[in-house]
């Protein structure tokens, strides 16, 4: 069975710095989609960014990036230039493709903090 | 695209009664998929459907839940009877096929 791992409950960044947010994940499969996705206040769930596991080059989206390491079970993701609207809780998440389910397997989160 | 479309966006009933949560995927999406999150628990799938059919029903907490997909364009989760440990907020979301999953604003259950 595969598992996600997030280990910082909670983080802190100042505006306008950088932060990285940590997930490791356990997994025989080497198929598989890796995610990010941001719940702020509103509790809506929006995907951040996303990592094909066949693809050695770390995703990156404007001011998201990650860095994958694949031998390693890891996918941090780094905010640059955090904002305050920033400030959500963050999930991990996989999923295993070619499966008969698609499902999402969650951490279970790191909630940030973007201070003025 | 107005995204997936969830209905009620808060639900307060008390123990005993039936709830029904339901959900309008996104137009073209084949794949929808039922979460529930909690603070204990964080975010679980509860159920998955490939056109329409129930594909993955393990994450079904017990014979009071029940989902069903008559068609492509909406789903219900239904609970009966309800009970507190059920409070939860209830997310749906939809993809194309193993691609990226597009959440609905979720349901705030409460169940007194």
């Known amino acids: 069975a595969q598992t996600v791992t997030q280990s910082q409950p909670e983080m802190s960044v100042q505006e306008a710095e950088t932060v990285t947010l940590s997930c490791t994940y356990d997994?025989?499969?080497?198929?598989?989609?890796l995610f990010w996705y941001k719940q702020p206040p509103s509790r809506q769930m929006i995907l951040v960014i996303r990592?094909?596991?066949?693809?050695?080059q770390n995703a990156t989206e404007n001011r998201f990036s990650v860095n994958f390491q694949k031998a390693a079970k890891s996918f941090s993701l780094k905010i640059s230039d955090s904002q305050l609207g920033d400030t959500a809780m963050y999930f991990c998440?996989?999923?295993?493709?070619?499966?008969?389910?698609?499902?999402?397997?969650f951490g279970t989160g790191t909630l940030l903090a973007v201070q003025p | 695209d107005a995204g997936v479309i969830q209905s009620p966006r808060h639900e307060v009933t008390e123990m005993g009664q039936e709830v029904t949560l339901r959900c309008k995927p996104i137009s073209g999406h084949n794949s929808l998929f039922w979460y529930r999150q909690t603070m204990m628990r964080g975010l679980e799938l509860l159920i998955y459907?490939?056109?329409?059919?129930?594909?993955?029903d393990s994450g079904m907490p017990e014979d009071r839940f029940s989902a069903k997909m008559p068609n492509a364009s909406f789903s219900t989760l239904k609970i009966q009877p309800s009970e507190p440990r059920d409070s939860a907020v209830y997310f749906c979301?939809?993809?194309?096929?193993?691609?990226?999953?597009?959440f609905g604003p979720g349901t705030r259950l409460t169940v007194l």
């Open positions: 998440a996989f999923m295993k493709r070619g499966g008969a389910t698609n499902k999402l397997i």
């Open positions: 997994t025989s499969e080497s198929n598989y989609y």
């Open positions: 990592q094909e596991a066949y693809k050695q």
């Open positions: 979301a939809s993809s194309i096929d193993a691609n990226e999953q597009f």
């Open positions: 459907f490939n056109n329409n059919v129930p594909i993955d």
